[in-house]
């Protein structure tokens, strides 16, 4: 049973416009969410993240949002940048659970100069 | 932001004989280590969280006696795959959590990229 869906492989825009990556849940004990940006043969790297008590965070081009009641988190990305071309994973972690982050199946973004 | 090596980054080995990985916190203590497993086009399968001075905890359907995690301080931990198979062929990333309780940020390293002949 996988508790963390990435329901599109990918997702292709122009430069310049807004990308949204979707993410949705299963777990209610989930109570933190973060944004993983991979490159190929590379470990992930932090993007961004929320509590479960928020329903926004921004920082610079990224925003998050959370919908708890809908289980379903997005990230934006505006405007986007060929460099954002990567693997984004979703994650999701719940205090009980010491933190352990489990991992969506991840979406292929790439932007198009 | 924090570094995290691995080392080695790449590792062909013949099937039967043994791999060590090594993870170090290069400018931080990090007492929690996690191991992920990533299958081509997948995503990160968490193995074990690897808590320094005490035994790693695995997750269910990873075989412990194989993949063995030692921590012996605050900033290493170690993976080896023990008479790897090319079943074990993968790619292995692990990551420090940094201060911040059970919610601080993962710092993860580059990658092992393992291949088993």
């Known amino acids: 049973d996988q508790q963390v869906k990435q329901n599109s492989p990918s997702l292709s825009v122009q430069e310049g416009r807004i990308s949204i990556l979707n993410c949705d849940y299963t777990n209610s004990m989930f109570d933190y969410f973060l944004w993983y940006k991979k490159y190929p043969a590379e470990g992930p790297t932090f993007l961004i993240s929320i509590s479960s008590i928020k329903d926004k965070n921004e920082d610079g081009r990224f925003t998050v949002f959370l919908n708890k009641s809908a289980k379903h988190l997005s990230l934006h990305i505006v405007p986007s940048q060929p460099g954002d071309s990567a693997v984004y994973f979703c994650a999701a972690s719940a205090k009980a659970n010491a933190g352990k982050s489990t991992f969506g199946d991840g979406t292929t973004l790439t932007v198009k100069p | 932001g924090a570094v995290v090596s691995q080392h080695p980054s790449w590792v062909i080995c013949k099937s039967g004989t043994s791999v060590k990985i090594e993870c170090r916190s290069l400018d931080f203590q990090a007492t929690t280590m996690f191991w992920y497993r990533q299958f081509p086009k997948q995503s990160l399968m968490l193995m074990a969280t690897s808590n320094e001075g005490s035994k790693a905890t695995y997750e269910q359907g990873v075989e412990k006696d194989k993949f063995l995690i030692n921590h012996a301080s605050l900033t290493l931990s170690t993976l080896t795959v023990t008479s790897a198979h090319p079943e074990d062929s993968s790619f292995y990333i692990c990551?420090?959590?940094?201060?911040?309780?059970?919610?601080?940020?993962?710092?993860f390293g580059p990658g092992t990229r393992l291949t088993v002949l």
């Open positions: 990551s420090a959590r940094g201060p911040g309780g059970p919610f601080g940020e993962q710092f």
